[in-house]
């Protein structure tokens, strides 16, 4: 395995999402929030079907600026990708049992 791609996965917890939605909060509120977490996916390695999961999940709207979110939002956002994310990644590590 790739050595950068393991560290992201390591810093990728929640917190560290919420830093990074927060960051992107501040200095492109504008930006939709369905471009913000795309972004995310490419830099993290975030499949894009936990990112749909955790939006269906929330009700959030992906259109929606994400200088438009409350910090609670942002908080809850980033837990469920967090929780979809590790459950993903569980359940492709865990073994195929005969």
Do not use: K, Y
Not at 11 to 38: E, F, M, N
């Amino acid at each position: 395995m790739d050595r950068a791609l393991l560290r992201q996965s390591v810093l990728a917890d929640g917190d560290r999402l919420l830093q990074l939605l927060t960051t992107r909060q501040h200095l492109q509120p504008l930006t939709c929030l369905g471009d913000v977490l795309q972004r995310l996916s490419d830099e993290l390695g975030i499949c894009p079907t936990v990112i749909a999961r955790a939006m269906d999940w929330l009700q959030t709207d992906s259109n929606t600026a994400i200088g438009r979110l409350r910090r609670t939002e942002l908080t809850q956002l980033s837990r469920a990708l967090h929780r979809f994310w590790r459950q993903t990644s569980s359940l492709r590590a865990a073994p195929v049992r005969a």
